[in-house]
């Protein structure tokens, strides 16, 4: 698996409270719930390079 990147997020407290509802409901942590949701945002808007892409599937 590649390295992952850390970086702090400053997030609404509502805002975090409806994604870590989300995150459990789908049986993930937040963190992983919010890349998951980031990678198919950047995968349907086509920013994803396609060897990334593949990799994933």
């Known amino acids: 698996m590649a390295k992952k990147k850390n970086f702090p997020l400053r997030i609404d407290p509502k805002l ?3 994604l870590q509802a989300w995150a459990e409901d789908e049986f993930r942590s937040v963190n992983s ?4 949701l980031l ?3 950047a995968k349907k ?3 994803l390079p396609k060897k ?4 994933k599937e």
């Open 16 to 18: 975090y409270d409806a």
């Open 33 to 36: 719930h919010l890349e998951f």
């Open 39 to 41: 990678r198919e945002s």
């Open 45 to 47: 808007a086509g920013r």
């Open 52 to 55: 990334e892409d593949k990799e």
